[in-house]
């Protein structure tokens, strides 16, 4: 489902979010490994108001791991910490509990010496833009202990918490925050990997950024899936090729770039090209 963000849809995302703020005492922002930058929400720091923040680097499966371990040392010296995930598989995720705990050990122990608080879990909210795997995130999480919610006629569906472990718990429904498409380069970006399913771009747009990417980045990974000899100057004249090789020719020998642009696509997102990466730190 691709979500359109009017100003009113906006809106009311913030003041659903700064609600669950009031509840929780740090945030997990999942992103994108692949796009870690434009998969996150640039007010984030505003959004959520100096609650302490976990970046979680997800879908790394399908990202260069070279890149994300990059990532990974960008973040740090920002001083966000940071970890990397797959959430369908569940990998990374057994490390989640013990990083929370230390992002509010401070505050906990603080609060624990004056007799504020009893000891007590750490209270956790997942937030990110569609797509990125919150739900997957929180079904990985939650395990066997998933709560059972009101979804009866009559019954309110209230916040429900997740067990995790023995010291955190997390909220049953995340936080949906908006892609900010500032340049045209972060819609193409959230498209070729899937974040925005139908597009008002077409299947041609998008995969010439992919090709104009891979054509820099990673060009020996083209060159054998096409069984190109050379990689041509320009993306376009990459298509070309590409089209030629998978006989994607219409009447008049031009070739048919919506045919070649789908089976190009299709080898992205059944990941024939290995796993890629589209943000790299020293870019940014
Ligand atoms: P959301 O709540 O943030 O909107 O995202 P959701 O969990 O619905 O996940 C969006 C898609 O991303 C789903 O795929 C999901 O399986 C996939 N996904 C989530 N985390 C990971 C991950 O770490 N690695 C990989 N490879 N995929 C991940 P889908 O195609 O929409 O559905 P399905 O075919 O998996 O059922």
Redesign the pocket.
């Known amino acids: 489902m691709t979500i359109q963000w009017f100003p009113g849809h906006m809106a009311k995302a913030r003041r659903e979010i700064t609600e669950k703020l009031k509840l929780i005492d740090v945030v997990f922002e999942l992103v994108d490994a692949r796009v870690p930058l434009a998969s996150r929400n640039p007010m984030i720091d505003e959004i959520t108001a100096g609650k302490p923040r976990l970046l979680l680097l ?2 790394a ?2 990202a260069d791991p070279e890149v994300t371990r990059l990532w990974v040392e960008y973040f740090q010296g920002k001083n966000l910490p940071v970890l990397v ?4 598989t569940g990998q990374g995720i057994n490390k989640i509990e013990a990083a929370a705990k230390e992002l509010v050990k401070e505050k906990f122990d603080k609060m624990k010496a004056k007799g504020i608080i009893k000891p007590r879990a750490v209270r956790a909210l997942i937030l ?1 833009i ?7 995130l929180i079904n990985r999480m939650a395990g066997k202990n998933i709560a059972v919610t009101g979804d009866k006629p009559g019954v309110t569906k209230r916040q429900q918490w997740i067990k995790v472990g023995s010291s955190l718990e997390l909220l049953d429904t ?1 936080g949906i925050l908006w892609p900010k498409f500032e340049d045209q380069s972060i819609g193409l970006k959230l498209a070729v990997t899937g974040a925005i399913k139908e597009t008002l771009l077409d299947f041609s747009e998008i995969v010439l950024y992919a090709l104009n990417y891979y054509k820099d980045h990673y060009p020996q990974r083209l060159q054998e899936r096409y069984s190109l000899e050379d990689i041509p100057q320009e993306g376009i004249q990459l298509f070309d090729e590409i089209g030629k090789k998978r006989g994607c020719l219409m009447s008049g020998g031009y070739i048919d770039y919506e045919k070649t642009a789908e089976i190009v696509l299709r080898d992205i997102r059944a990941e024939k090209l290995g796993r890629l990466s589209y943000e790299r730190p020293d870019q940014v």
């Open positions: 997800n879908k499966d399908m995930l797959n959430s369908k990110g569609p797509n990125v795997g919150k739900s997957t995340p």
